[in-house]
């Protein structure tokens, strides 16, 4: 048996558990930047991958409108009049049987936009007829471009992506 003068106690001390604390508490605020850019970058690889499936769906309207498979009309630029249409589907004009052509399942949203608004409507429209330089919508569905303000990570803003 030993005396109780010489009974070590074993544990940590209130200096070691502070300082472990303080370590983790500057691990954990160099993390959170981190999550954030991680969280921002995903957004911007759907925003990418949005836009290259609007905009591969009307180049095929287009397409079709070229080959004749869509009734061409008088002043139109041959571009989907909206992207409901692109969802929607319109009749082949070459089908006897009168099939419907379909050009993206569906319309996907703009991952920046809220979460409150249609999937359609997350999107600003670029006219046929309009410039690039100061777009706006019109007849037609030439080009889609994302409302979100700001910048991406490679500093180009959302809008001219």
């Not at 954030?36 to 591969?56: G, M, P, T, W, Y």
């Not at 997350?122 to 777009?135: I, M």
């Amino acid at each position: 048996m030993r005396p109780y003068g010489s009974l070590r106690l074993r544990g940590f001390t209130l200096i070691e558990l502070v300082v472990s604390l303080a370590i983790l508490a500057l691990i954990a605020t160099m993390a959170l930047p981190m999550g954030e850019v991680i969280v921002q970058r995903n957004k911007e690889q759907d925003l990418c991958k949005a836009l290259r499936q609007i905009r591969e769906s009307i180049d095929a309207y287009k397409q079709s409108y070229d080959d004749g498979h869509i009734l061409k009309k008088v002043d139109a630029s041959g571009y989907p009049p909206t992207l409901a249409v692109l969802q929607e589907g319109v009749e082949d004009a070459k089908s006897p049987e009168k099939k419907m052509i379909y050009f993206i399942r569906r319309v996907p949203r703009d991952p920046f936009a809220p979460t409150d608004i249609p999937a359609i409507d997350t999107w600003q429209l670029r006219s046929y007829d309009s410039s690039a330089d100061s777009p706006h919508s019109g007849d037609d569905v030439f080009d889609v471009y994302s409302l979100a303000q700001g910048n991406g990570l490679n500093g180009i803003p959302y809008k001219d992506w």
